[in-house]
Nanobody, 115 residues
Framework: QVQVVESGGGLVHPGGSLRLSCVVSGPRIVIYYMGWYRQAPGKQRELVATISRSSSTNYADSVKGRFTISRDNAKNTVYLQMNNLKPEDTAVYYC?????????WGQGTQVTVSS
């Protein structure tokens, strides 16, 4: 059974930093794309950043210059370094990964930016 486990969320002051991690594990999985999405209360889930197997990246305009996505293919792990966090970044952050017709989601990790 495939498991997607996120970690690294928490409470941080505005201007602070957090690093999210996500590990995808399971038998015979093939991971091509990986990414992070977020959902704030009362809003739809939105893309934050994605990264291909060759490390081509894509970011939402709202996080460009502040967030950095990276991955370790050998470990099926994706990271999201979040700097200069703002209150509007408060949301549940979800890891997404997949390939060959399979699409996996994590349970989400809460990020709260508040003074």
């Amino acid at each position: 059974q495939v498991q997607v486990v996120e970690s690294g969320g928490g409470l941080v002051h505005p201007g602070g930093s957090l690093r999210l991690s996500c590990v995808v594990s399971g038998p015979r999985i093939v991971i091509y794309y990986m990414g992070w999405y977020r959902q704030a209360p009362g809003k739809q889930r939105e893309l934050v950043a994605t990264i291909s197997r060759s490390s081509s990246t894509n970011y939402a305009d709202s996080v460009k210059g502040r967030f950095t996505i990276s991955r370790d293919n050998a470990k099926n792990t994706v990271y999201l370094q979040m700097n200069n966090l703002k209150p509007e970044d408060t949301a549940v952050y979800y890891c997404n990964a997949g390939g060959l017709g399979n699409d996996y989601w994590g349970q989400g990790t809460q990020v709260t930016v508040s003074s």
